[in-house]
């Protein structure tokens, strides 16, 4: 190296060892006593606003002081720009989500003259009123006597009998749809009443403008828009013949699935939609407020509460595995013996989380799999997935050699289940095995079309690198099929769709992780358009970036974004992944981070950088604008110390 060129380097050098340093004490001070890590995870405003309409539902006692801050967070959320609620921050105009929080806004206690209320009713009323809510507000609504029943599709409790060559079968959707529709097969054909002591309704908010049941969302197919607009005339009309014998056993089939699977004070599914379905369920049933079963599940919804001084929020569900094991993966490339001590901790906390003698419902299409993965959240055992658990095997195998055996076990009974749940395509969907019955998307209540688990290129780039990294040969089977998977899911410009995460860059950044620990360099064209793509889309400042709109339903591909810490950092790593580290993009992109690290050692990111379900709910992490720029420097430190190549892990 020339001399010049040393002296240019020693600062660069110094300064990101400095910013490691100061981002690695952020995230020491932030561990758990215990050894975890779990930061907010943020939706839109619709959770907050569902738990307000949850607890005047039930008729609970007012809880006025902890109302007045979901209220201060809720009018904080409303966008200048459009009068109504976004689905992320800076998102255009959602109907559903708008008509939610004016709802709870309202049942709050906020005048509907109020400059923020009228605002409000006035763009609901542009995008065609109350009626153009999606199928779960218009059953949110029915339940308050604030809307007709009749304007919901028919889902009959019938459902749970159906066998299971039956074309619509619990079975063969999502384990996210499953969750929240099983209470709700109850709620549909009881139709209960909120108890709603205020009376409130937003009568307001509706234009007279007549409702189409079957859903309009542009991912529907005429045909079967036909179809199942008949299917639906039929069930509707039918629906008082059903021998009052079968509604009272499929009814019974409904409330012990859920109770199988109410998974203690974590709830059904650990996700807040299914836990509060699963409360109104047993509330309809006649359970009292202090049955057990009633009881836990109402106390799982009040868990996901986020409190601060003057505002309050709800989430979706918590993420402490999934925090934990990319945390672990930061400290592990920071290196020092006291990120290492750390990374040890976490990775104590999360064996026993393993789930090893719960069969969920993931057993349904592969019942010889033994199980032996981790869940998302704290405890969700009928449901582990397959992107934690090869993100913790990963970290798991990387400290295997300072920890001696203790993990390999672990790592052995995941590395079965992994394998196990390769769908028949050779790729990986998130909780199951083939759940890709696309027809179901058409149904009148799918119309978010997120009623599936198919496989996506993110989870199945993380189960190639964690396959990679265990010494899986890139010629057996099972890679074969999965590389061939992924070759074919590639963009035509170089990118992958990320389904998990915003968006392109996401998916780009895990596929090449794979690539690279698989062996396969710049020189394969599949990894070169990849490459080339990501330094194409990178900002004049040096950083990535790339909104949510990605998401539209024609995938146009990437969006031209601000530059964000996460999608930098992805990025970054990415290229590293396939020996782009001495690259003129990798050096502009390390200088991006540490121009924009504040003094606290911490990256502000509002910007949400997370994937619920495509174009209908997304999600802010708070943690990966900590863990993944120490990540993505401390590895561009270490490679350029060591002169390698590329790094030896799969992520």
């Given at each position: 190296?020339?001399p010049?060129e040393?002296?240019?380097?020693?600062?660069?050098?110094?300064?990101?060892e400095?910013?490691?340093?100061?981002?690695?004490?952020?995230?020491?001070?932030?561990?758990?006593?215990?050894?975890h890590?779990?930061?907010?995870?943020?939706?839109?405003?619709?959770?907050?606003a569902?738990?307000?309409?949850?607890?005047?539902?039930?008729?609970?006692?007012?809880?006025?002081?902890?109302?007045?801050?979901?209220?201060?967070?809720?009018?904080?959320?409303?966008?200048?720009?459009?009068?109504?609620?976004?689905?992320?921050?800076?998102?255009?105009?959602?109907?559903?989500?708008?008509?939610?929080?004016?709802?709870?806004?309202?049942m709050?206690?906020?005048?509907v003259?109020?400059?923020?209320?009228?605002?409000?009713?006035?763009?609901?009323?542009?995008?065609?009123?109350?009626?153009?809510?999606?199928?779960?507000?218009?059953?949110?609504?029915?339940?308050?006597?604030?809307?007709?029943?009749?304007?919901?599709?028919?889902?009959?409790?019938?459902?749970?009998?159906?066998?299971?060559?039956?074309?619509?079968?619990?079975?063969?959707?999502?384990?996210?749809?499953?969750?929240?529709?099983?209470?709700?097969?109850?709620?549909?054909?009881?139709?209960?009443?909120?108890?709603?002591?205020?009376?409130?309704?937003?009568?307001?908010?509706?234009?007279?403008?007549?409702?189409?049941?079957?859903?309009?969302?542009?991912?529907?197919?005429?045909?079967?828009?036909?179809?199942?607009?008949?299917?639906?005339?039929?069930?509707?009309?039918?629906?008082?013949?059903?021998?009052?014998?079968?509604?009272?056993?499929?009814?019974?089939?409904?409330?012990?699935?859920?109770?199988?699977?109410?998974?203690?004070?974590?709830?059904?599914?650990?996700?807040?939609?299914?836990?509060?379905?699963?409360?109104?369920?047993?509330?309809?049933?006649?359970?009292?407020?202090?049955?057990?079963?009633?009881?836990?599940?109402?106390?799982?919804?009040?868990?996901?509460?986020?409190?601060?001084?003057?505002?309050?929020?709800?989430?979706?569900?918590?993420?402490?595995?999934?925090?934990?094991?990319?945390?672990?993966?930061?400290?592990?490339?920071?290196?020092?013996?006291?990120?290492?001590a750390?990374?040890?901790?976490?990775?104590?906390?999360l064996?026993?989380?393993?789930?090893?003698?719960?069969?969920?419902?993931?057993?349904?299409?592969?019942?010889?799999v033994?199980?032996?993965?981790?869940?998302?959240?704290?405890?969700?055992?009928?449901?582990?997935?397959?992107?934690?658990?090869?993100?913790?095997?990963?970290?798991?195998?990387?400290?295997?050699?300072?920890?001696?055996?203790?993990?390999?076990?672990?790592?052995?009974?995941?590395?079965?289940?992994?394998?196990?749940?390769?769908?028949?395509?050779?790729?990986?969907?998130?909780?199951?095995?083939?759940?890709?019955?696309?027809?179901?998307?058409?149904?009148?209540?799918?119309?978010?079309?997120?009623?599936?688990?198919?496989?996506?290129a993110?989870?199945?780039?993380?189960?190639?690198?964690?396959?990679?990294?265990?010494?899986?040969?890139?010629?057996?089977?099972?890679?074969?099929?999965?590389?061939?998977?992924?070759e074919?899911?590639?963009?035509?410009?170089?990118?992958?769709?990320?389904?998990?995460?915003?968006?392109?860059?996401?998916?780009?950044?895990?596929?090449?992780?794979?690539?690279?620990?698989?062996?396969?360099?710049?020189?394969n064209?599949?990894?070169?358009?990849?490459?080339?793509?990501?330094?194409?889309?990178?900002?004049?400042?040096?950083?990535?970036?790339?909104?949510?709109?990605?998401?539209?339903?024609?995938?146009k591909?990437?969006?031209?974004?601000?530059?964000?810490?996460?999608?930098?950092?992805?990025?970054?790593?990415?290229?590293?992944?396939?020996?782009?580290?001495?690259?003129?993009?990798?050096?502009?992109?390390?200088?991006?981070?540490?121009?924009?690290?504040?003094?606290?050692?911490?990256?502000?990111?509002?910007?949400?950088?997370?994937?619920?379900?495509?174009?209908v709910?997304?999600?802010?992490?708070?943690?990966?604008?900590?863990?993944?720029?120490?990540?993505?420097?401390?590895?561009?430190?270490?490679?350029?110390?060591?002169?390698?190549?590329?790094?030896?892990?799969?992520?």
């Open positions: 190296m020339e010049n040393l002296a240019r380097e020693a600062p660069l050098r110094d300064a990101v400095a910013a490691i340093g100061r981002g690695t004490q952020t995230l020491f001070a932030e561990q758990q006593e215990d050894g890590w779990v930061y907010e995870l943020e939706a839109d405003a619709t959770i907050p569902e738990y307000v309409l949850l607890r005047h539902y039930l008729g609970e006692p007012v809880d006025a002081a902890l109302e007045a801050r979901i209220a201060t967070y809720l009018r904080r959320r409303q966008s200048a720009e459009h009068d109504g609620w976004p689905l992320y921050h800076d998102g255009g105009f959602d109907i559903s989500a708008t008509i939610k929080a004016y709802f709870a806004l309202k709050i206690g906020d005048d003259d109020a400059p923020h209320m009228a605002r409000a009713r006035a763009a609901i009323h542009r995008a065609g009123g109350a009626e153009a809510g999606n199928v779960f507000t218009r059953i949110q609504l029915a339940l308050y006597g604030a809307g007709p029943w009749d304007v919901v599709p028919t889902i009959p409790p019938e459902l749970m009998l159906a066998p299971r060559w039956f074309p619509v079968h619990i079975e063969k959707i999502s384990y996210w749809a499953r969750t929240v529709v099983v209470p709700l097969l109850v709620l549909c054909a009881l139709k209960p009443r909120a108890r709603n002591p205020k009376g409130v309704r937003v009568d307001e908010l509706f234009s007279g403008n007549p409702v189409k049941l079957t859903s309009q969302a542009a991912h529907v197919h005429q045909g079967w828009k036909l179809f199942f607009n008949g299917l639906d005339f039929i069930l509707r009309h039918g629906d008082r013949l059903w021998p009052k014998f079968l509604r009272r056993k499929a009814i019974g089939l409904c409330e012990t699935w859920v109770t199988e699977r109410l998974n203690g004070v974590d709830g059904l599914g650990a996700i807040y939609p299914a836990m509060a379905n699963s409360v109104m369920m047993y509330d309809v049933l006649g359970y009292p407020e202090d049955h057990p079963h009633r009881a836990i599940a109402r106390e799982s919804v009040e868990r996901l509460l986020v409190l601060k001084d003057d505002e309050a929020y709800c989430q979706p569900c918590v993420s402490p595995v999934w925090d934990t094991a990319l945390a672990a993966h930061a400290m592990l490339e920071v290196g020092s013996e006291e990120a290492v750390r990374a040890h901790k976490a990775l104590d906390w064996r026993p989380r393993q789930v090893l003698d719960v069969v969920g419902d993931w057993a349904d299409q592969r019942p010889d033994r199980p032996g993965g981790w869940a998302f959240q704290y405890n969700n055992d009928h449901y582990p997935d397959l992107d934690d658990t090869a993100v913790v095997v990963m970290a798991m195998d990387r400290a295997a050699g300072l920890r001696g055996e203790a993990d390999r076990h672990a790592i052995a009974r995941a590395t079965e289940w992994v394998e196990g749940l390769q769908s028949h395509d050779g790729g990986w969907g998130a909780f199951d095995a083939d759940n890709d019955k696309e027809y179901l998307n058409n149904l009148p209540f799918a119309d978010h079309g997120a009623l599936l688990d198919p496989p996506t993110d989870v199945s780039a993380r189960c190639v690198s964690m396959l990679a990294q265990l010494g899986e040969p890139i010629d057996s089977p099972r890679m074969k099929a999965a590389l061939a998977w992924l074919k899911e590639q963009e035509a410009e170089g990118s992958w769709f990320g389904r998990w995460g915003v968006n392109y860059v996401y998916g780009t950044w895990s596929v090449l992780c794979a690539l690279g620990r698989a062996g396969i360099d710049s020189a064209p599949m990894v070169a358009r990849a490459v080339n793509w990501l330094k194409t889309i990178q900002n004049p400042d040096g950083g990535w970036g790339e909104s949510c709109d990605s998401y539209a339903l024609d995938r591909g990437h969006e031209d974004f601000r530059s964000t810490a996460s999608q930098t950092a992805w990025a970054l790593l990415g290229l590293m992944a396939v020996g782009e580290t001495h690259s003129p993009e990798v050096e502009r992109g390390v200088q991006w981070l540490l121009a924009n690290q504040a003094e606290d050692g911490l990256w502000g990111q509002e910007v949400y950088t997370g994937g619920g379900f495509p174009r709910f997304y999600l802010r992490y708070h943690g990966y604008p900590r863990y993944f720029p120490v990540w993505a420097l401390a590895r561009y430190r270490n490679l350029t110390k060591s002169n390698a190549d590329r790094p030896a892990w799969g992520m």
